[in-house]
């Protein structure tokens, strides 16, 4: 296993590599994610489709059609609408931070005389409440802000996959 340590290292500078996309093209990197996926939906509504006719399939044709029809029509509306869904996933994500908001701050009101430092399950829920309302108001904002988030994640882990990388390289060279 020590000897593929350059794979670990390959990944990291891939994933540092699409990192510095992220941070630099926010906006370009959701696009391409959107249809990224459009294209695995309409690549898997296709197949499904094809194992209607197959009849081996444990599911049921009529269910099998539907979710092959839904899968085709998701991958196209990613292709060709990619600003569109990603519009509707940050609206989602909004209305998910106003209620969780809501929630963890009535919860927090619920347990204030059993739990000592509730103020940051307040703060947490204000947090929460405030980003989706931001979203809600600025949705282009949101879809920068997931790819921002993605980038950071993808330089964290970059970072992380090329330390492996010299551990695994370093015990190669010095085995125990």
Same mark, same amino acid.
């Given at each position: %296993?020590?000897?593929?340590?350059? %794979?670990?290292?390959? *990944?990291?500078? =891939?994933?540092?590599?699409?990192?510095?996309?992220?941070?630099?093209?926010?906006?370009?990197?959701?696009?391409?994610?959107?249809?990224?996926?459009?294209?695995?939906? @309409?690549?898997?509504?296709?197949?499904? /489709?094809?194992?209607? /006719?197959?009849?081996?399939?444990?599911?049921?044709?009529?269910? !099998?059609?539907? *979710?092959?029809?839904?899968?085709?029509?998701?991958?196209? @509306?990613?292709?060709?609408?990619?600003?569109?869904?990603?519009?509707? =996933?940050? #609206?989602?994500?909004?209305? $998910?931070?106003?209620?969780?908001?809501?929630?963890?701050?009535?919860? &927090?009101?619920? !347990?204030?005389? %059993?739990?000592?430092?509730? $103020?940051?399950?307040? +703060?947490?829920?204000?947090?929460?409440?405030?980003?989706?309302?931001?979203? @809600?108001?600025?949705?282009?904002?949101?879809?920068?802000?997931?790819?921002? #988030? =993605?980038?950071?994640?993808?330089?964290?882990?970059?970072?992380?996959?090329? &330390?492996?990388? !010299?551990? %695994?390289?370093?015990?190669?060279?010095?085995? +125990?």
């Amino acid at each position: %296993m020590f000897r593929a340590w350059w %794979m670990f290292a390959v *990944y990291g500078v =891939l994933a540092i590599a699409f990192g510095v996309f992220a941070l630099a093209q926010p906006q370009s990197t959701v696009w391409v994610i959107i249809t990224a996926f459009g294209l695995l939906a @309409l690549g898997d509504g296709l197949v499904s /489709l094809l194992s209607v /006719l197959r009849k081996d399939i444990a599911l049921p044709n009529w269910l !099998l059609l539907v *979710y092959a029809l839904a899968s085709i029509g998701f991958g196209l @509306l990613a292709i060709f609408r990619s600003e569109a869904v990603a519009t509707a =996933l940050v #609206w989602l994500l909004a209305l $998910w931070l106003v209620v969780a908001g809501i929630a963890r701050i009535v919860f &927090a009101a619920m !347990l204030r005389r %059993m739990l000592q430092g509730n $103020w940051l399950l307040v +703060l947490s829920g204000v947090l929460a409440l405030a980003l989706g309302i931001l979203f @809600l108001a600025r949705p282009n904002l949101g879809v920068a802000a997931i790819a921002l #988030w =993605l980038g950071i994640g993808a330089l964290v882990y970059g970072v992380l996959q090329i &330390a492996v990388a !010299l551990y %695994m390289r370093k015990r190669l060279l010095r085995p +125990l």
